[in-house]
């Protein structure tokens, strides 16, 4: 029997995809392409709202690989549970490295050196000078050091840094230098001038940043969150930001997408992009890439990329990859 793999991207988009499958189109529309009963490999539509790419889950009998085209899971994992053992749930890793890595590196920029404040500026046709700080001869700690988190740093080494510390789940040694684990944060972070989110979603990382994380971190400290906004307490981030001690540039919130009233949006010394780390023009080649790969190897019997967890077994999701 021919089994059906969905797709989010147009078939005929996406040059050298294996022959054999039934390729069906399907991005959230409101009716299936056909019986989810036949699906036997499901890519997850992309930027849609969690419930719908659960949505045809509990009717996949004979699915074998549900595959994400983001690098976080935590939107898919709850729907894993209708599937029968075995399934196995990848991720997207290699795809969303250098665009959320770049967005990482403009959003420390910009609120160390007051962008926004400038273009408020201009606005107002007023000539804003003075000093800023530089992210030259800080220290930047890393939560969260996975391929993005690797990437993040790759893109930090031309500015003279002081230090990278980098923070996971598990303690290891990288050609950059080491791995802290979870546990020594409260440590590290008196010491660091940046520190940048890049954790997935999980349950042991929800609400990772609340009101003593934030207390340690040292005064005039910058917090980047590329990871997503259930890592950070919001009510925690705003008590500390009324206050002006620290800053933050958000590229997630909690809710998302932030309502039009929400005080975040007017707190003191903040920045939000609206989740926009992924959703490049770097996107779709290296999304297409990944599918032709994984599907080969799937029609192949070939061992898949990017396992993160597979159905029936007692394994769990990396905590040291991003989520975008």
């Known amino acids: 029997m021919t089994p059906d793999v969905w797709l989010p991207i147009p078939p005929e988009e996406i040059e050298g995809l294996p022959e054999g499958p039934q390729y069906r189109f399907w991005d959230g529309a409101e ?33 074998q ?60 046709g007023e000539w804003l000078g003075g000093f ?5 001869d800080r220290t930047v700690l890393i939560v969260g050091y996975g391929s993005i988190g690797a990437a993040i740093e790759d893109r930090l080494a031309p500015f003279e840094l002081a230090r990278v510390a980098r923070v996971a789940r598990s303690e290891r040694t990288t050609a950059r230098g080491p791995v802290h684990p979870l ?15 890049s954790t997935p979603l999980t349950e042991s990382t929800r609400h990772l940043v609340d009101s003593g994380f ?25 008590a500390e930001l009324e206050t002006g001690r620290i800053t933050a540039a958000l590229d997630v919130t909690d809710p998302e997408p932030l309502p039009p009233a929400h005080p975040l949006w007017q ?13 490049t ?24 990329r990017n396992v993160i967890l597979t159905t029936g077994t007692p394994s769990g999701p990396s905590t040291d990859a991003t989520a975008t």
Request: net charge positive.
């Open 267 to 279: 707190a003191p010394g903040v920045l939000i992009s609206p989740h926009v780390g992924g959703p």
């Open 31 to 63: 009716d299936y392409p056909a019986d989810p009963a036949a699906c036997a490999f499901y890519v997850v539509p992309y930027m849609k709202p969690p419930g719908l790419g659960q949505r045809p889950l509990p009717r996949m009998s004979s699915v």
């Open 132 to 136: 800023r700080p530089a992210l030259a």
């Open 183 to 197: 546990t020594q944060l409260p440590a590290l972070l008196p010491e660091a001038d940046v520190v940048v989110l």
């Open 214 to 238: 934030l207390a340690r971190m040292k005064d005039g400290a910058l917090l980047v969150n590329v990871a997503r906004g259930g890592v950070v307490d919001t009510k925690a981030l705003l």
């Open 65 to 124: 690989v549900v595959q994400t085209l983001s690098a976080g899971t935590d939107h898919v994992e709850p729907g894993m549970r209708h599937l029968r053992p075995g399934v196995h749930l990848c991720n997207a890793r290699g795809v969303h490295e250098a665009s959320t890595a770049e967005l990482t590196l403009a959003l420390i920029l910009a609120s160390l050196r007051g962008v926004p404040d400038f273009v408020r500026a201009q606005d107002r």
């Open 281 to 304: 023009s770097a996107f779709m080649p290296r999304a297409k890439r990944l599918l032709v790969d994984q599907l080969s190897r799937f029609v192949n019997r070939e061992p898949l």
